[in-house]
């Protein structure tokens, strides 16, 4: 996952370890302390939430409408709602994210294998709908950092509420009002809203959480 914030192409890695980008796909390390890095001992979803909270800071200095965001591999729904279950092992999914973070993503890669379908988890789909990458949506849904933030900290409620204002004052409907849920799910629902999702499953968020002539359009 990359993207270009102004003029710094931020990659993941430079999230990890104090690393820049001289050239687009090549790595040096960086003489200077960066605030971009936000690894730490901390479990993996405050990890995760620390670095996605960091893009969306560059995205704002930066003056993008949205997340620029391009992805080489994605995360299915499936994949997104074992994570916010707990059912996936966070000590094994942060050494994998150091390791393939030293690949060279650049080639052509397969296509993943079909899944079988899964409906979203609601606050998911809700808060995902606002941070959807270029081209994600017909709409222009400006960034409201404090959705996230109130997903990091675990007020399921308070970000709902925030991100139903937000879709409703970009023009979509949302069927809901808001989400009373609290504590580790929200919050590794926050930190999930980092991984990229296929393009494919775009419309299973629409139709998940927004009045069904909303979620039809494409």
């Avoid at 916010?84 to 993503?105: H, M, P, R």
């Avoid at 222009?140 to 509420?161: F, K, N």
């Avoid at 775009?202 to 979620?215: D, H, I, K, M, S």
Wanted: charged fraction near 20%; hydrophobic fraction near 45%; aromatic fraction near 6%.
């Amino acid at each position: 996952m990359t993207g270009s914030f102004g003029e710094d192409w931020l990659a993941l890695r430079c999230h990890l370890e104090p690393v820049e980008t001289p050239r687009r796909g090549h790595f040096a390390w960086s003489a200077n302390a960066t605030n971009d890095v936000q690894w730490s001992e901390a479990p993996l979803p405050d990890v995760l939430s620390a670095i996605y909270a960091r893009r969306l800071i560059r995205a704002e200095k930066a003056g993008t409408s949205s997340l620029p965001e391009i992805a080489r591999c994605y995360a299915s729904v499936a994949d997104i709602a074992a994570f916010i279950a707990s059912e996936t092992d966070d000590a094994l999914l942060a050494d994998l994210v150091w390791g393939l973070s030293l690949l060279d993503w650049s080639a052509d890669m397969e296509p993943a294998p079909t899944q079988a379908e899964c409906a979203p988890p609601a606050l998911y789909a809700l808060l995902k709908l606002c941070f959807l990458p270029r081209g994600g949506t017909d709409e222009t849904i400006p960034l409201v950092p404090a959705i996230h933030h109130r997903a990091a900290v675990g007020d399921g409620a308070a970000a709902s509420q925030l991100a139903v204002r937000r879709l409703r004052a970009s023009g979509l409907a949302p069927a809901l009002r808001g989400i009373p849920l609290r504590g580790e799910v929200v919050q590794r629902t926050g930190a999930a809203l980092l991984f990229p999702l296929y393009p494919r499953e775009w419309t299973c968020l629409r139709e998940t959480v927004l009045r069904p002539a909303e979620a039809s359009r494409a």
